[in-house]
Nanobody
Framework: QVQLVESGGGLVQAGGSLRLSCAAS????????MGWFRQAPGKEREFVAA?????FYGDSVKGRFTISRDNAKNTLYLQMNTLKPEDTAVYYC?????????????????WGQGTQVTVSS
């Protein structure tokens, strides 16, 4: 079992940057595929990025966001640049007990509590 805790969210102006972190504990972090999802009010949970060691991105964030992981620190990151108001959402870290990444939320086994990101125009 894995416990996930996100941090790093906040309020930022359009064009700015934020770096989200997700601290994992409880199991061997390196054996999990990891992902970031987001959910805006009234919308479905949306795939943002995933990493195995290979990386995968949703179309809306390609070229602006970078996912990375530090297995020695049991930590997942999401560097978000050139933020837009439409990036406003609660961002969730997720772990999948597989070495194969997925863009589908239901394929992930563990979730963090989420961190709010708000981008003002």
């Amino acid at each position: 079992q894995v416990q996930l805790v996100e941090s790093g969210g906040g309020l930022v102006q359009a064009g700015g940057s934020l770096r989200l972190s997700c601290a994992a504990s409880g199991d061997t972090f390196s054996t999990y595929a990891m992902g970031w999802f987001r959910q805006a009010p009234g919308k479905e949970r949306e795939f943002v990025a995933a990493i195995t060691p290979g990386t995968f991105y949703g179309d809306s964030v390609k070229g602006r966001f970078t996912i990375s992981r530090d297995n020695a620190k049991n930590t997942l990151y999401l560097q978000m640049n050139t933020l837009k108001p439409e990036d406003t959402a609660v961002y969730y870290c997720a772990a999948r007990k597989s070495r194969i990444a997925s863009t589908t939320a239901r394929n992930y086994d563990y979730w963090g509590q989420g961190t709010q990101v708000t981008v003002s125009s």
